[in-house]
């Protein structure tokens, strides 16, 4: 959840104009470019200006899909996704086919550098549905930092088996999140409370910097005024540049995709909001 991620004003609401474009296709059957490589939305957007409501999916309908989508399953008082459902049978065609990936790059072995695949955090790696459906789809920092701090995130289906996986085979796994950093300890103890047996130290978990801070790192210009995009691109620029060669990069968002300095892109579905 903060995807550059003290998530940006524009996640602020359900249904802004991008978020419609992603959440639209529930209806109609589909998810925004749940497989596909980061690049090639499946969802034509709504009109940036539009004339008609019939234009534009109505909320409440959206919102009724979203839970149909995630097999809305009610544990005490909160509410998880279905291990069965629509979602947890799309992200594992993702993981299927990155793993088929994975294991050609292993037989193979070329470029240069040490293995490594990187992964983001929220809807990446801990799915926060539970926190979605809590606040009505309206993001909250306070709220967010609680659910957050308390470790109260389960596993995005599959994905702690996936790294682990990778790790086991000499693939090295990084963790690069918009949280800030002064969420270090609740990030780390969640990825480790899920199943993920990688290490989740400093030097594998990278979180991001804010504008309290007194210093930056040399490989971070633009910090903390940074876009996702570039903060993202750039550590993987800086992780590469200290050996390693990333064969996967996984994310929810486009922007945690986009920018290069990864061998091919994963993108796990997400249609509870968007970050730009």
């Not at 609680?146 to 990084?174: C, D, K, S």
């Not at 002064?182 to 103890?189: M, P, S």
Request: hydrophobic letters at 40%.
């Amino acid at each position: 959840m903060t995807k550059l991620r003290e998530r940006l004003p524009v996640r602020k609401t359900l249904l802004s104009l991008a978020a419609v474009t992603a959440l639209a296709g529930l209806l109609s059957g589909g998810v925004a470019n749940a497989t596909g490589s980061g690049h090639d939305r499946a969802v034509p957007p709504p009109p940036a200006a539009p004339t008609s409501a019939n234009q534009i999916q109505n909320i409440d309908q959206v919102k009724t899909a979203i839970k149909a989508y995630y097999g809305d399953t009610v544990v005490g008082d909160e509410h998880f996704p279905s291990a069965t459902g629509a979602y947890a049978r799309e992200v594992a065609g993702v993981e299927a086919g990155a793993t088929q990936y994975l294991r050609a790059r292993l037989a193979q072995r070329h470029g240069h550098g040490r293995l490594a695949i990187l992964l983001d955090v929220d809807d990446t790696t801990l799915v926060t549905y539970n926190y979605e459906i809590a606040v009505n789809f309206v993001f909250n920092p306070v709220s967010q930092a609680e659910y957050v701090n308390g470790q109260r995130f389960r596993e995005v289906p599959g994905m702690p088996a996936l790294a682990n996986w990778a790790a086991a085979h000499g693939i090295t796994v990084f963790f690069l999140t918009g949280r800030n950093h002064t969420q270090r300890d609740g990030t780390a103890g969640n990825l480790t409370k899920v199943g993920f047996t990688v290490p989740v130290d400093e030097p594998h978990l990278y979180l991001k910097y804010v504008a309290t801070d007194t210093s930056f790192p040399a490989y971070l210009p633009c910090a903390p005024t940074c876009s996702t995009t570039d903060y993202k691109s750039l550590t993987r620029q800086h992780i590469e540049s200290l050996g390693y060669d990333i064969v996967g990069n996984f994310g929810d968002q486009f922007s945690d995709l986009n920018g290069g300095f990864a061998d091919r892109t994963f993108k796990l579905p997400n249609p509870m909001y968007f970050l730009p």
